[in-house]
């Protein structure tokens, strides 16, 4: 297991144990508890600050949901819903991994199938916001976290 580094995300009151020379963590939403990875470390924390500080219920909540693109398995990291609706993908990286075009690439792609609006980006140390433009097939980033409310109003 590897260090668990300091996030610039906001300190999230996890339930930690130890079994077998591993750190778990009890995931509130899924109701289980998993590996500790780095990855999953950056995850809870952005859930928390999501449900917390920005008012994201935890019925919109869908993690690690897996899908078909191109005849290949695909997993989201995070999805988020309003009304049955997909409204945003979140990927999460371990702290240690950059942040760079290939990991919006990533989620670009995953947009492929599930269509959203937004994109959220983050390794815990950075995080990005952005809106998807399908006319013009780019993305636009918003320079400040979204609310649920503004999210499900289209800010």
Not at 87 to 112: H, S, W
């Amino acid at each position: 297991m590897e260090k668990l580094v300091p996030l610039t995300l906001p300190p999230a009151p996890l339930k930690l144990g130890k079994r077998n020379d591993q750190i778990w963590v009890w995931d509130d939403l899924r109701k289980k508890n998993l590996v500790l990875t780095p990855e999953e470390w950056v995850r809870q924390h952005l859930v928390h600050y999501l449900r917390s500080e920005l008012g994201y219920p935890s019925t919109a909540f869908a993690l690690e949901g897996g899908f078909k693109l191109y005849g290949k398995s695909q997993r989201t990291d995070l999805l988020i819903y309003h009304k049955g609706q997909a409204l945003m993908i979140g990927e999460c990286k371990a702290p240690q991994v950059k942040i760079t075009q290939e990991t919006f690439d990533q989620a670009c792609r995953y947009n492929l199938h599930y269509q959203v609006p937004y994109l959220l980006i983050s390794n815990g140390l950075e995080t990005y916001w952005a809106k998807v433009n399908k006319e013009e097939n780019q993305l636009s980033f918003i320079p400040e976290a979204l609310s649920f409310e503004a999210l499900i109003t289209g800010f």
